[in-house]
């Protein structure tokens, strides 16, 4: 039973820790998707939760059932064999795009709030990623079983000052000028960017996980851990809107509230998150590059790393600002298909 539970517990803070990158615990992923549209974030972010709890679950048992090496396996089984391939070939460019996002984004955090130089920062965080990832998924389930807990103290913490604060109801009746159809859609769209982004790390860990009750409880547990942070950092921020839109990190600004303490371990965590979900999208780039090429698994982390850290000197936003967009809508169309399969089976 205990064991069980470990392992129930290890897919559940590897879920959390893969949704959980820097667009959402800087605040900026929920502010855009849920916080600007007002009280209707409340009752969307219930939607979201729902459909990471349900299509995460079928994500991994699709790839358990199947047998997945990796995501491609998955896309195949989806879109068949030659769409498959191409989807799964546009996957890989934009990984190696948003892993590329999330080392210079570890090196701008070496940069402005520790004061090393970026450089160094993108080089100690890709030899950092390169020892961890020695050690395959034992590694990405050690780090996320760490930094999710105190990722979630930390928003406890959090959603508990921002009650104690004048205007803690404001969640419930913000109003917006947005049309409730944007509203509506915006969690499928939020679900459906960030569950395609986790195949990476699902598709393995679900084929690697052979019982069907532990990824089902997994996946209601990470589920609902990603609902509760949701919520709690649109709590926070409805009680600052509309000024916290001009903040580029909404949370920073509201961390800095909160003391010069609190803002470092926050800004620690930010680092931890941004690092958990480079090392899950590295990890998914090996497999994958594994199956088309019969490399060992270290040299392609250390090619993989290489390209990430030659990408990572256009600039954090601009890599950002055009790969993202293009990735969301193909996403809606793979979250339509992983409906769809699960529906005939």
Not at 47 to 62: D, R, S
Not at 160 to 178: C, H, I, M
Not at 189 to 215: C, H, W
Not at 295 to 307: D, E, F, P, Q, S
Request: charged share 10%; glycine share 10%.
């Amino acid at each position: 039973m205990w064991k069980r539970t470990g392992k129930v517990l290890q897919i559940a803070s590897t879920y959390v820790g893969t949704i959980v990158g820097a667009g959402f615990a800087s605040g900026q992923e929920i502010l855009q998707f849920f916080t600007r549209f007002g009280y209707y974030g409340t009752f969307t972010i219930a939607i979201a939760t729902m459909l990471f709890i349900w299509l995460g679950a079928k994500m991994m048992l699709i790839a358990s059932e199947i047998n997945a090496k990796s995501y491609e396996d998955l896309n195949k089984a989806l879109f068949g064999d030659k769409y498959g391939r191409w989807i799964s070939h546009f996957m890989l460019v934009v990984l190696m795009g948003v892993t590329a996002v999330m080392l210079a984004g570890a090196g701008t955090i070496f940069y402005e709030h520790w004061n090393i130089s970026y450089q160094s920062g993108l080089l100690i965080t890709a030899v950092a990623c390169y020892f961890l990832l020695r050690k395959g998924m034992k590694a990405i389930l050690t780090v996320n079983s760490i930094v999710v807990p105190l990722m979630l103290i930390f928003t406890v913490f959090v959603m508990f000052d921002t009650f104690r604060s004048p205007g803690a109801d404001k969640f419930l009746t913000l109003e917006s000028d947005y049309s409730p159809w944007a509203a509506w859609s915006a969690p499928f769209l939020y679900a459906a960017f960030n569950l395609t982004m986790s195949q990476a790390v699902l598709v393995p860990l679900g084929a690697e996980v052979k019982d069907r009750k532990t990824i089902i409880a997994g996946s209601w547990v990470g589920g609902i851990g990603i609902g509760f942070m949701l919520l709690a950092g649109h709590i926070a921020l409805s009680v600052h809107m509309p000024g916290i839109q001009q903040f580029a990190i909404p949370m920073g600004g509201i961390a800095r509230q909160l003391g010069s303490s609190v803002q470092f371990i926050y800004v620690f965590l930010i680092f931890a998150e941004i690092f958990t979900t480079l090392i899950a999208d590295i990890y998914g780039l090996t497999l994958q590059l594994q199956e088309r090429m019969k490399w060992t698994r270290g040299a392609l982390t250390i090619i993989v790393l290489a390209i990430c850290y030659v990408a990572s000197q256009i600039g954090f936003g601009t890599l950002l600002s055009t790969l993202y967009p293009i990735f969301g809508l193909i996403s809606l169309g793979w979250l339509l298909l992983i409906i769809r399969r699960q529906a005939q089976a």
